[in-house]
C-alpha cells in the first residue's frame, strides 16, 4: 500500500513536472509584487503573517451591490455570516451582510475591521470598480499595529490611483436583472383544503372545508376570477366580505404575487486618472441602480459613489496623499424594517383573493397586506464621505515621518408616510384603515404609537476621527534589511440621532407636519466612545531568505473604567525561505518558493463590554409602549417617561486577550505557476467577558443583566488551505484553477458553570443562556429519534416499556407520532437534570457551525476570450428545525408539508399533521417543538457564486480607435446550488431569524424555546442576477 | 531649521500622550446616573410607575384575565390548561419562579437606592413608597401561590449575587405570608387613600383588601391542607382568619359597606338595574367615579394603551388560543331570583332560553344568552336562540324574518371564536364597541366585593359568621344581583368539594364562585380548599343539545354544510355537550399528591443546594 502510493506520488511529480517544463514563464513576478499591511507596504515574499489577498480582477465584474458578498469563496478563511443577524432580511437591497474571519473569535461577537484606504468604513460603501486590491490580515502579527479593534482580523481596501503618464479615462458599465431563486412553492387550494381538514381532524376538530366548499374551490380552478366564482362572497350580514379563509375559495400564490419574476439593475462607472512625475491623481464616479425583488410596491435602491485621491510631492522631502470616498444611497422602500411582512406572507392562505369582485377606487382586501404597504413609504438617504489626508516628511533617506487625519461622516436623512389604507365594501362604500399596525413605525419607535395618517422624519449623525503619526525608519546593511516603525493613534466617534413623528394627517397625499394636527412624539439617541493606541514594528530579513517581524502596541479604550483601560499587546513572527538559499537553488527543484512561517500574538478584544457598562446608568424610557396611564404629581392621566430597574454595574471589566498562534507554509513551483499556501493556527480568547456565569434565579437578574467579569476561555483551532495553479499553453491558451479550503472549531475551554447547567434550545431546558467548559460552540443538543410510530400497536408497546410523559401524557401519543429512544435505557425519555452529569437521554446531536469551507475557482482563456467560474459551499453542517413553522407546517402551507404522515402515506417525511397555532398545542410541539435526530437537516451546500463569460477585443483591432482596451462580458451570480436541504430553504439564509415570527438574536441558532414558533427561514430570498457589461478605457 | 521642526512634532506627540487618559473619558450623553437617581418625587415616581409594567393586565393580545380560568372548571377549552391535567413536567415552573425574582429585584433596587432624605418626605412620596412595598407582597404572593416555601427577598441581593452568596434557603410558607402581611401593613401606613388618584395607583383601600386576601389563602390552606405534604409547618390558620376581619373592619371603617358596592343608586353610567351596574364594572373606560373599583388600570387607544379584549369578546371568543366555552357547571352555580337553588336535572334546563329565565342577574351578565348584545347592533346582531322555521310553517314573510333574526352560539366555523360549550363571555361585553382590533374598555384589578367576600369566609371559618356578617357582605352583593335573601340550607347538588360544608359556607363559595366568575380567582379558590375533586377525573359540560332541544332546533336542518357542523358536536349519552370526551375521556389528571404546587426549577435546585423540591417532583 504505501508502495503503491509512493509509485502515486512519483507519477503525479513528473506529470506536474512535465506540464511545468512544457509551459512558459508566467510573466509576473507573483513574489516580487507589493502588496498592502497594516499601514504600509510590504513585498508579498517577505510577509510572515497569514495574510490573503485578493485582486481587483475577481471582485470587478461581479454584480453585487455590496463589496462583501463579492469576496465569499474567493479568501480563504472568510466567513459570509447569515447566521441570526439583527432583522436580518436576506437578500433585500441594501441590507447588510455581516461577516467573519476565521470563525467566532469570542462568544460575545467581535467583527473584523475593515479599513478603506486607511480609514475605517463599511465595505458597503466601496465602489466594486474603484477597488485596486483588498488583504485580508487574519492572524496577530498581521493586525497588531490596528490594535484595539483588530483582534478578529482586518480588512484592508485599496482603491486605484492614478499613474504617471498618459491620463486613461475608463468606462464600465452593465445591466442586468435579478431574480429570486429559493422560493417556496404553495399548495393549490383544493390541496389546501384537504390539509386542514386532515390537520383538524387530528387534532379532534371538526372539518373547515365541506364537501361544498371543496368543490367550490375546484370551480373556482376551472373558471378563476369569473363572473360565476370570483373567490369570495359576501358574508352572512351581508355587510362586509366574508374575511375567512374558509369562506373564500381563489387560488393564490402569495409568493408569486408579492414577489416580481424578475428586476432590473444597472451599474455605470466612470474614472479618470493619469499624473506626473510628481502629482497624480484618479477621480472614479459610480452610479448603481437595483430594483428590489418585491412586486406592486416601491422597492429600490440607488447608489452613488465618488473616489477622489490626490497624491503629490510637494517638495522633494515631502509627500501628500488625499482621499475622499463619498457614498450617496437612496433607499426607498414600504417600511423601514419589514421583517413583519416577510413572516406574514408565508402563512396566507391560497384560498384568499387578491381581488375583490367590485369596481372600487379601493378595492384591495384587508388580509392583502399590499394594501398596507401600498400606503406607507419609507425612504432612507444615507450619505457617507471618508477621507484621508497624509503627510511624509522625508528628513533622511530611509527616514519618513507620516502625519494622517482620517475622518468619516455619516448623516442619514429618513423619512416615514402612513397614509389611510382603504377598502371597498361589497355595496360600494369606502371602508378607512385607522389606528395602528404592527410593525408599521419609524426605527426606534414603537408601532403602537405609530398610527395611520401620521408622519415620521428622522436624522443620524455619526462623526468619526481619527489621527494617527508614525514615523518609520528603513535601512539595509550588507545582506541584512531592517525597518522599524514607531506611532500613535486615537480613534473618536460621536453619534447622535433622532426623530419627530405627528399624526393626524389632514389632506391626503401630502406629508409634513404643517399638514398633520395630532399628536407629537419624538426622541433621540446620543453617544460617544474613543481608543488610543501606541505601536511599534521592527522587520529585519537577511537577504529575504530569512525574516523575521516584531510589533506591539498599547491600547486604552473609553468602555474600560480608568485603571482596567489599558493594555499591552505584543506579536512576533519569524519565516525563512528555504528556496532561496543557495544550497537549495543548486539542486534545481521546481520550487520558488518555500517559506515557513510561524507567528504568535496577542490582541485586545473590547467588544465584549457595552459603552457604559462600568458605569451606573438609570434606564429612562419617554416612549414605552408597556407604561401605564398613571396620574401623579401635577401631570395629567399619562404614561410619560418610566424608569426601569438599572443592569448591574461591571465595574472590573477589562481587555478580553486573544492569543493567536500561527503555523504557515507558502510554496511557488513551476515558475510561480502553481502557488499553495497552508496555515495551522489556534486562536485562544482568554478573559472572555461574561456571559454571566450561572446563578440561581433567585438573584432575580436576569443573566443579561449581571455584572461582567472576564472570568472565561475561548478556543479556535482551524485550518486554511489554498492552491492556485495558472499557465498560458504555447497555442495562446490559458488556464487557471484555485481551490481553498478551511476549517476551525471553536470551544469553550473556561466558563464558570461549575453544575455544569446544559443551556440549550429546543431541548425542554432553559434557552441559550450560558456555557460550559468544553462546550463547541454550534452543537445541538437534541433527542434521538429516527422514526414515527406507524401502528398503534407499536405504540402500545413501545409505551409498556418507555416511560414518555416527560412529553405528553400516556394516553396521547399516536400513530404518526415521533418514536423517541431511551438512549439511556432508565427507562424513560427526559432531560435529566439537564447537566453535564446527567442529561437523561439529551445528547449532542450535530452542530450548526459550517465545517469544511471551500471555494473553487475555474477559468480558461483563449486569444481574448475567457470563462470563468467560481463554486463556494460548506461540506458539512447541521440545522435543527425544531419548532419551525416554515418546515414542520403549522401555520405553512407549501407543497412540502404534503409530505407528511397520515394512513394513506405511511412514509411521510413529516409527523401527522397536528395544529401548530397556539400556544398549548401538546401534539404539535412534541413532534416538531425538540430537536430531533430525524428532523436535523443536512444543510451542506456547493453553489455556483458566479459564471462570467469575457471578451477583450485584442490591441491590433482597437489600433486607430483611440481605444486602448475594451472587454465585453456576460456574468451571472448564484447560478445553482447544491444542497439537501427542503425546497423552500436557501443554504445561506437559512438561520436568518425573524424576530416578528418568534424568533430571537440570542437564541440562535438553536432559536426559540419549544413551546413558541419560530421565524427562521423568513426573509427575502436570494436573487440569481445576471448582467452584460462593457469595460472600455481610452 | 529642520531640527526645529521634529521637535515641534516631538512636543506634538507628548502633548497627546498626557492628555491621553482623559481623552478616554467619555460618559453617557443622555442618561444619568443610578446611583443618585431616586432622590426627587418626579424620580421616584417615574421608577415606581415602571414597576407596574409587570403586574398582570390586559396585554395587546389575548382574551387575558378573562380566559384564564379555563385553570378551572368555569371554563373548556380545546386547548386546556396542562397543569390542571396533570401534564407539567419538573421544568414548567421556570418562568413563573424567574420573573417574579426579577420583579422583586427591581422591587428591592428601589428600597436599596431611595436617597429622599426623610426630612423631604412628603404624603406623596410615603405614598409611593408605600406602592412598593405593596408590589413586594405582591410578588412574594404570587410565589406563596405557585411555589410556597420560597426564599424572602427582603433585600437587594446584587452585592451577594455569586453562586456562594445565594445559598439561600426557602422560608416556611407562613413564614413568607407573614412577611408578606408585614410588607402590606407597612404599605397601608404609608399609602394614600383611594379618592387621591381616582383608584388609577395603588391606594389604601387596595392594599387591605390585599392583605385580607392573602390572609385567607394562607389561613384556609393551613386549614385544608394540614394532613396532606403540603402542610405548613406548625399551622395557625385561626391568626390568619381574625387578620382577615381586622383587616375588613379598618377597611369597613374607611369605606361603608353600602358606599362600597356599585349599585343601581351610585353607578355614574346610568344603569338600570343592580345586574347592570355589576357589567359596569367589566365594560366602561373610566372608573374615577365608580368606588368599587379599588384599583383599575385605565386604556386608550389614542396614546396606545390599548388591548384586543373587546374586539374578541365581540367575535364570541372565550379563549383566545382555542375554540373554548364556558361550563355549565358555572351557569348551574347561579341561584334563582328568588333565592332558590336550582335542580340541574330539571327539564327546563334542556331549553337554553329558560336557562336564562328568572336567575341571578349576574348570570345574564357573565354568560351571553338570547337578547345579548355582542357590541354595537350596527355591527352584529344580538345573540337569539330560537327554533328555525321552515316553508310552510307560517308566511314566507314571517318565515324570512324570524329566521333572519336567529343568531345562534357559534358552534361552527373556525378559529377561536367558534363555543364548544354553547356559553360565549357576556362579562366585560362593551356594546359601545364597533369594530377596530383594539380598544380601551379599563380593567378593575382588585374590587370592593372582594372584601366582602373574604371578610364573610373568615367570618365562617372563624364560627363568628353571624346573620350581622352575612348581612353587610354577602347579602347586599346578592340583592344587587335582584336575588332575594334566604337563610341559607343545603343545596344537594352543590359542587362537590370532597368534605361536607356548612350552608352558610356553601353559600359564601357560591357567592364567591359567581360574583368572582371570569376574574382569576377560581383555580387560587380551588387550591386552597384542598377542591381537587373539583377537577381530577372529571370534565366539564356544556348546554343541552338533544335535537329536542331549541338550542338544536336553532340550525337549519336543510342546509346541509350547518347539519354537518352540528351532527358533529359532541355530546354526552343525556345530550348535554361533551366537547372534552375525545381528549379527555378519563377527565382531568390532576395528580392531587402533586399538582397542587408547581416544581421549583431543576437548574434552581442544583444552583442554591439549600433548596427542597415540592412533593413528587423529583
Known amino acids: 500500500m504505501k508502495k503503491l502510493n509512493h509509485i502515486l506520488c512519483i507519477f503525479l511529480f513528473m506529470a506536474v513536472t512535465a506540464t511545468a517544463m512544457s509551459g512558459q514563464t508566467a510573466d509576473t513576478l507573483v513574489l516580487d509584487e507589493s502588496i498592502v499591511i497594516g499601514m504600509g507596504r510590504q513585498k508579498r515574499n517577505t510577509v510572515t503573517a497569514a495574510v490573503s489577498t485578493i485582486d481587483s480582477r475577481t471582485v470587478s465584474a461581479r454584480p453585487v451591490s455590496d463589496l462583501t458578498g463579492a469576496l465569499q469563496g474567493n479568501a480563504v478563511g472568510f466567513n459570509i455570516v447569515t447566521d441570526a443577524g439583527s432583522d436580518a432580511v436576506g437578500g433585500e437591497p441594501g441590507a447588510p451582510v455581516r461577516f467573519n474571519i476565521r470563525g467566532q473569535g469570542s462568544v460575545n461577537g467581535g467583527e473584523p475591521y475593515v479599513l478603506v484606504d486607511g480609514v475605517e468604513q463599511s465595505l458597503s460603501n466601496v465602489n466594486v470598480a474603484d477597488v485596486e486590491s483588498i488583504t485580508i490580515l487574519k492572524d496577530a502579527s498581521a493586525s497588531s499595529v490596528y490594535g484595539a479593534r483588530a483582534a478578529y482580523g482586518v480588512v484592508l481596501v485599496t482603491t486605484k490611483s492614478g499613474t504617471e503618464g498618459r491620463p486613461t479615462v475608463n468606462y464600465n458599465g452593465s445591466v442586468g436583472f435579478s431574480s429570486p431563486i429559493g422560493m417556496p412553492e404553495i399548495m393549490a387550494s383544493v390541496d389546501f383544503a384537504g390539509y386542514m381538514n386532515e390537520m383538524r381532524e387530528n387534532s379532534g376538530q371538526t372539518p373547515l372545508f365541506s364537501p361544498s366548499a371543496i368543490k367550490r374551490l375546484e370551480d373556482f380552478a376551472s373558471d378563476p376570477y369569473s363572473e360565476s366564482f370570483p373567490g369570495i362572497s359576501v358574508n352572512e350580514n351581508g355587510d362586509n366580505w366574508a374575511s375567512s379563509y374558509y369562506n373564500q375559495y381563489a387560488d393564490t400564490d402569495w409568493f408569486d404575487y408579492y414577489f416580481k419574476d424578475y428586476a432590473i439593475r444597472q451599474s455605470h462607472n466612470l474614472s479618470v486618472s493619469g499624473g506626473t512625475s510628481k502629482v497624480n491623481y484618479y477621480v472614479g464616479a459610480g452610479y448603481l441602480s437595483q430594483d428590489g425583488l418585491l412586486d406592486q410596491v416601491e422597492d429600490e435602491l440607488d447608489k452613488y459613489h465618488v473616489n477622489i485621491k490626490l497624491s503629490a510631492l510637494v517638495k522633494p522631502w515631502l509627500k501628500m496623499n488625499f482621499n475622499n470616498s463619498l457614498t450617496v444611497s437612496d433607499l426607498a422602500r414600504p417600511l423601514a424594517n419589514q421583517t413583519i411582512f416577510y413572516a406574514l406572507i408565508s402563512d396566507r392562505y391560497p384560498t384568499q383573493t387578491t381581488v375583490l369582485p367590485v369596481d372600487g377606487e379601493y378595492s384591495l382586501p384587508s388580509w392583502n397586506e399590499v394594501m398596507y404597504l401600498k400606503e406607507t413609504s419609507y425612504t432612507s438617504v444615507s450619505v457617507s464621505d471618508a477621507m484621508s489626508l497624509s503627510v511624509t516628511a522625508t528628513p533622511l533617506e530611509g527616514w519618513d515621518i507620516t502625519a494622517e487625519m482620517k475622518a468619516r461622516m455619516d448623516v442619514q436623512d429618513n423619512s416615514f408616510a402612513m397614509g389611510f389604507p382603504k377598502t371597498t365594501l361589497p355595496d360600494g362604500r369606502i371602508v378607512v384603515t385607522s389606528g395602528s399596525r404592527q410593525g408599521y413605525q419609524y426605527p426606534g419607535m414603537h408601532w403602537k404609537n405609530t398610527s395611520f395618517g401620521s408622519y415620521t422624519r428622522g436624522n443620524s449623525s455619526g462623526i468619526y476621527l481619527s489621527p494617527n503619526v508614525f514615523s518609520t525608519f528603513e535601512a539595509k546593511s550588507g545582506r541584512h534589511y531592517f525597518k522599524a516603525m514607531i506611532g500613535f493613534q486615537t480613534e473618536y466617534q460621536k453619534n447622535s440621532s433622532s426623530y419627530t413623528y405627528k399624526d393626524g394627517v389632514l389632506s391626503e397625499g401630502v406629508f409634513s407636519f404643517s399638514n398633520s394636527d395630532g399628536t407629537v412624539v419624538s426622541d433621540e439617541l446620543r453617544n460617544h466612545w474613543a481608543t488610543a493606541g501606541f505601536y511599534a514594528r521592527m522587520n529585519w530579513n537577511w537577504r529575504e531568505i530569512c525574516f523575521a517581524e516584531i510589533s506591539g502596541r498599547a491600547d486604552g479604550s473609553s468602555r474600560f473604567a480608568p485603571g482596567h483601560r489599558w493594555g499591552f499587546f505584543p506579536a512576533a513572527s519569524v519565516g525563512c525561505d528555504i528556496a532561496r538559499t543557495e544550497r537549495f537553488r543548486a539542486l534545481h527543484t521546481p520550487f520558488s518558493q518555500m517559506k515557513i512561517r510561524l507567528s504568535y500574538g496577542r490582541l485586545g478584544n473590547q467588544n465584549g463590554a457595552g459603552l457604559y457598562q462600568y458605569l451606573a446608568i438609570m434606564p429612562l424610557n419617554p416612549a414605552n409602549p408597556n407604561a401605564w396611564l398613571l396620574p401623579g404629581g401635577t401631570s395629567d392621566i399619562s404614561q410619560g417617561t418610566v424608569a426601569t430597574v438599572p443592569l448591574m454595574v461591571s465595574p472590573f471589566i477589562t481587555w478580553e486577550k486573544v492569543d493567536n498562534a500561527d503555523i504557515g507554509l507558502d510554496l511557488s513551483l513551476f515558475n510561480d505557476r502553481l502557488s499553495l499556501t497552508f496555515d495551522a493556527y489556534q486562536r485562544t480568547t482568554t478573559d472572555m467577558i461574561g456571559p454571566a456565569e450561572a446563578l440561581p434565579s433567585i438573584s432575580g437578574i436576569p443573566s443579561g443583566s449581571r455584572a461582567k467579569v472576564n472570568n472565561s476561555t475561548l478556543r479556535n483551532r482551524g485550518w486554511e488551505l489554498t492552491v492556485n495553479w495558472s499557465d498560458i499553453l504555447p497555442g495562446g491558451f490559458s488556464y487557471s484553477a484555485g481551490f481553498n479550503l478551511f476549517d476551525y472549531k471553536a470551544v469553550v475551554t473556561r466558563y464558570n458553570n461549575p453544575e455544569g447547567m446544559i443551556s440549550n434550545n429546543h431541548t425542554g431546558l432553559a434557552a441559550n443562556k450560558g456555557y460550559y467548559e468544553g462546550m463547541d460552540l454550534g452543537e445541538i443538543w437534541g433527542y434521538e429519534a429516527d422514526v414515527l410510530f406507524t401502528s398503534g400497536e407499536e405504540v402500545d408497546e413501545y409505551l409498556e416499556d418507555v416511560d414518555m410523559s416527560f412529553f405528553k401524557p400516556r394516553s396521547q401519543w399516536m400513530v404518526g407520532d415521533l418514536k423517541f429512544k431511551d438512549s439511556n435505557g432508565d427507562g424513560r425519555v427526559d432531560p435529566g437534570k439537564g447537566t453535564i452529569d446527567d442529561h437523561g437521554d439529551l445528547k449532542v446531536i450535530g452542530n450548526a457551525t459550517p465545517r469544511f469551507s471551500f471555494g473553487i475557482n475555474l477559468s480558461a482563456g483563449y486569444k481574448g476570450l475567457e470563462i470563468s467560474t467560481l463554486l463556494q459551499g460548506v461540506a458539512k453542517r447541521d440545522f435543527p428545525m425544531a419548532g419551525s413553522t416554515y418546515l414542520f407546517g403549522g401555520r405553512n402551507y407549501f407543497t412540502d408539508h404534503l409530505d407528511h404522515f397520515s394512513n394513506d402515506n405511511p412514509s411521510g417525511w413529516l409527523p401527522r399533521l397536528t395544529d401548530g397555532t397556539g400556544a398549548a398545542d401538546t401534539d404539535w410541539r412534541v413532534n416538531t417543538g425538540y430537536n430531533t435526530s430525524r428532523y436535523l437537516l443536512n444543510a451542506a451546500y456547493m453553489r455556483m457564486k458566479n459564471l462570467t463569460v469575457s471578451y477583450d477585443f485584442a490591441a491590433t483591432v482597437l489600433k486607430n480607435t483611440g481605444i486602448s482596451r475594451l472587454r465585453i462580458y456576460a456574468t451571472c451570480d448564484n447560478v445553482f446550488t447544491l444542497d439537501a436541504l427542503p425546497d423552500a430553504f436557501d443554504p445561506e439564509t437559512l438561520n436568518i431569524v425573524n424576530t416578528w415570527a418568534g424568533g430571537s438574536r440570542e437564541t440562535a441558532p438553536g432559536l426559540t424555546t419549544p413551546m413558541v414558533q419560530n421565524g427562521n427561514g423568513k426573509v427575502y430570498p436570494l436573487s440569481r442576477t445576471f448582467v452584460f457589461g462593457i469595460d472600455i478605457t481610452f | ?618
Open chain 2, 1 to 618: 531649521m529642520k531640527m526645529n521642526r521634529y521637535i515641534a512634532l516631538m512636543l506634538l506627540v507628548l502633548v497627546t500622550l498626557v492628555s491621553c487618559d482623559g481623552f478616554l473619558d467619555r460618559k453617557p450623553l443622555t442618561e444619568p446616573s443610578s446611583d443618585t437617581y431616586l432622590s426627587s418625587e418626579e424620580q421616584i415616581r417615574s421608577y415606581v410607575n415602571g414597576l407596574y409594567m409587570s403586574l398582570p393586565c390586559l396585554t395587546q393580545y389575548g382574551t387575558g384575565v378573562r380566559s384564564q380560568e379555563k385553570d378551572s372548571d368555569n371554563i373548556l377549552s380545546e386547548k386546556y390548561n396542562p397543569r390542571i391535567n396533570g401534564e407539567f413536567t419538573s421544568f414548567s415552573g421556570e418562568k413563573d419562579w424567574s420573573e417574579a425574582y426579577s420583579n422583586l429585584r427591581s422591587v428591592n433596587w428601589f428600597f436599596e437606592y431611595y436617597r429622599l432624605p426623610e426630612s423631604d418626605e412628603t404624603e406623596a412620596t410615603a405614598s409611593l413608597r408605600g406602592e412598593v412595598h405593596f408590589l413586594r407582597a405582591w410578588w412574594h404572593f404570587v410565589l406563596l401561590k405557585k411555589f410556597a416555601n420560597v426564599p424572602v427577598m427582603d433585600a437587594l441581593w446584587d452585592g451577594n449575587a455569586t453562586l456562594e452568596g445565594l445559598q439561600i434557603p426557602a422560608s416556611g410558607r407562613k413564614d413568607v405570608a407573614l412577611f408578606i402581611l408585614s410588607d402590606l401593613e407597612k404599605a397601608i401606613g404609608l399609602l394614600q387613600g383611594r379618592s387621591v388618584s381616582s383608584g388609577l395607583r395603588i391606594n389604601r383601600e387596595t392594599a387591605l383588601v390585599m392583605a385580607m386576601n392573602v390572609a385567607l389563602y394562607e389561613g384556609s390552606w393551613e386549614k385544608y391542607h394540614k394532613d396532606d405534604g403540603f402542610a405548613a409547618e406548625h399551622p395557625d390558620p385561626q391568626m390568619f382568619f381574625s387578620k382577615v376581619m381586622e383587616y375588613g373592619d379598618s377597611l369597613f371603617a374607611m369605606m361603608p359597606p353600602d358606599m362600597g358596592l356599585n349599585t343601581v343608586e351610585t353607578d355614574p353610567f346610568g344603569a338600570v338595574d343592580g345586574g347592570e351596574a355589576f357589567s359596569h364594572l367589566f365594560n366602561q373606560k373610566d372608573y374615577s367615579d365608580v368606588p368599587e373599583a379599588l384599583f383599575w388600570k385605565k386604556y386608550d387607544v389614542s396614546q396606545g394603551v390599548q388591548h384586543s379584549l373587546t374586539s374578541l369578546l365581540a367575535s364570541g371568543t372565550v379563549d383566545s388560543e382555542a375554540a373554548a366555552g364556558l361550563t355549565k357547571s358555572l351557569v348551574d352555580n347561579y341561584l334563582n331570583a328568588d333565592g332558590s337553588f336550582i335542580v340541574p336535572s330539571d327539564p327546563r334546563f334542556k331549553d337554553f332560553n329558560e336557562t336564562f329565565a328568572g336567575r341571578d342577574r349576574r348570570l345574564y351578565e357573565t354568560v351571553m344568552s338570547t337578547g345579548h348584545k355582542f357590541r354595537s347592533t350596527t355591527m352584529t346582531r344580538p345573540m337569539r336562540v330560537a327554533e328555525y322555521m321552515y316553508p310552510g310553517d307560517a308566511s314566507e314573510e314571517e318565515v324570512a324574518a324570524h329566521n333572519a333574526a336567529i343568531y345562534p352560539p357559534r358552534l361552527g366555523g373556525d378559529g377561536n371564536g367558534r363555543n364548544i360549550t354553547g356559553y360565549h363571555t357576556a362579562l366585560g361585553v362593551d356594546t359601545t364597541y364597533v369594530s377596530s382590533t383594539f380598544w380601551d374598555t379599563g380593567l378593575v384589578m382588585v374590587r370592593y366585593a372582594e372584601a366582602l367576600l373574604a371578610y364573610a369566609e373568615a367570618a365562617e371559618e372563624l364560627g363568628q359568621c353571624t346573620d350581622e356578617v352575612l348581612a353587610k357582605t354577602i347579602r347586599p352583593l346578592r340583592e344587587r344581583a335582584g336575588v332575594a335573601w334566604q337563610t341559607p340550607m343545603t343545596d344537594p347538588s352543590f359542587t362537590d368539594y370532597g368534605y361536607p360544608l356548612t350552608p352558610n359556607m356553601q353559600e359564601i363559595r357560591r357567592e364567591r364562585r359567581s360574583e368572582l366568575a371570569l376574574q382569576g380567582f377560581r383555580l387560587d379558590d380551588i387550591l386552597r380548599w384542598r377542591g381537587h375533586e373539583v377537577l381530577a377525573g372529571r370534565r366539564g359540560r356544556g348546554a343541552y343539545f338533544g335535537n329536542d332541544g331549541v338550542l338544536y332546533r336553532s340550525f337549519n336542518r336543510n342546509d346541509a354544510a350547518v347539519m354537518e357542523v352540528v351532527r358533529n358536536i359532541p355530546v354526552d349519552s343525556e345530550g348535554w355537550m361533551d366537547p372534552l370526551k375525545d381528549k379527555l375521556p378519563a377527565g382531568y389528571g390532576f395528580r392531587p399528591d402533586r399538582d397542587y404546587l408547581l416544581p421549583i426549577p431543576p437548574d434552581e435546585l442544583s444552583l442554591d443546594h439549600e433548596l427542597k423540591q415540592n412533593p413528587n417532583w423529583e
